[in-house]
């Protein structure tokens, strides 16, 4: 039976599917698009003790983005002087258990990830869990909030995170 | 300054035509490095004894292991190390292998414990290193460790100044105090910005852990590399002036392009003696500690000015101004590194091997700092200085492109001459413009000296 859950998990996947698109073929101007004016984008720190409820104006975070920052971020990186982007790295996110529901008037989703990122030789994996705030207007969704945390203890192996996740 | 080397690694003796890999003229004004110093793994082999068992390197600041039985686990120096404090109160540091068959005893990055066991044979050890329990006492005589051997090992000597903790594996080093030399007066100043002084500051929450396929030195001296700002940052530049334009502040964007224009003149680099530097700029991001951006809320403004009348009172306008405006990137001897730019950063890196480092990198905050003070540091930690910011994660490509460059060509040296005071009586006490390489002269100064046993920072 096709009912409003399975409605719902079916729009939000597509939704973080498109998301996942733009991003693989760099069209970040359009990416941030995605994004409410009064968004965040947070990667936290791989040595959080409570990742999902750390403030990242109290503890480090790797990314800690207001919605101007998501935006020069994405700016910054479609420059060549973006160095440790140049040329552009090819990535891959993959997208996967996606769980959405509403909560607090939101539409809610996590999803876990598996993202790749290839440069210079060398092929990286990010990999963890991401929750997601969303707004619904008309059909479509944009994000308010965007939080990731990764299953790492370090970033020995891949060095870096200079992709959007 | 032609002494016979006594470096002579495998691949480098040819390259370095029977000399040191330092090569300074000062009447040709020529400084150089060769690259053997960077790609070679016998020159690593060397560094890791004469300049990583006879330097003094950083452990942790004290704000980590506040309480009796605190303990973080590092990695210093090739080693692993557990930085606690025992019930007495007491800072202790000991080397986390087991004195039974080896095996790392703690194996949490941080915690609070009495005692640690070794999950092997279950050898139990107090935080002082003291064997406490052989698990299983039959068999071994009674005094198997009457003479302490099977203790935890603990390196030969920890010192602090002003609650940044140190060790080192050689037990007739000199003092640290007398090992840092002019840095401990830039350590001064890191204290003296807080309103509580070295009790006020404390290393915040969460860390970055990244590595670099590069040589350690790639990264030491990007740290505080002026001359790279411009060429390297341009894009952090144009995210400032961003920013600053999309508030309308007028004042912020053309702060940004003095300094774009001019970089040269927003301070200088001072060496400090023993290798260590500093560079003095003022890059136009604003700090907290007491220099306000125009487009930062007038509540912001307004506590960032009272923060600059208290340094005024306490200290007089000429310091306070120093204190305030100007970031100071400090590098120790041999790995260790203090970015003072928004707030206050320690970045220790670890080499692997010649090839790669680990770093690891830690924020200070202040007691008693207002939450919006404090928030306006942390998203500079990750926004610049971070693995995922604007400026390090392009540092960390330029470091890599120069470890493939000089590894995949037979050029044999690197140029370092910039700004040398050919007249100088040592070149690691030399000033220079902040976007000369007088703080990399002294740096590898100190290194020939420390590689061809010149200096080994003995007591006499």
Redesign the interface.
Known sequence: MITQDVIRKIEVENFLFREAELLDSWQLPEWTELYTDDARYE?A?????DPWN?D??????????DS??LR??A??LM?K????EFPHSKTRHLISNVRAYEEDGHTKARANFVTYRTK?GKTSRYMGEMHYVLERQGDDFKIRHKRCVMDL??????????IIL | MKAQATITPVRSRSESQGEGLVDIDRNKGRFRVNRAAYKDPDVFELEKKKIFDKCWLYVGHRSEIANPGDYVVREVGGRDIIFTRDRKGEVNTLINACTHRGATVCREKKGSARSFTCPYHGWTFDNTGKLLSTFSNEGYREDLNEDGRLNLPKPARLEHYRGFYFINFNPKAISLSDYLAGAKDVIDSYCDQAAEGEDGLYVVKGEHAYSIRANYKYLVENSYDGYHVIPTHISYLEYLKDRAANAGAEEDVNVVAKAGANFRGTGKTRCLGHGHAVLDSRVPTGRPVADPLERWPDKVKQQVNENRKRLEERYGEEYASYLAELQKNLVIFPNLVFNDNVGLTIRVINPVSHNEIHVRAWGLGHTGEPPELKAIRMDNFSNFLGPAGFGSADDIEMLELCQRGIENSPTEWSEYSKGMNVDAPDLRLQEGAPDDECQMQAYWTQWDRVMRDIDTFEQE
């Open positions: 990667v720190s791989l040595s959080a003790d750390a990242p104006h109290d503890s480090i975070f790797l990314i800690s983005d101007e920052e020069l971020r700016n910054r420059k002087s973006a160095h440790c210079s203890e370090t970033l020995n192996d891949q060095g870096r995170l200079t």
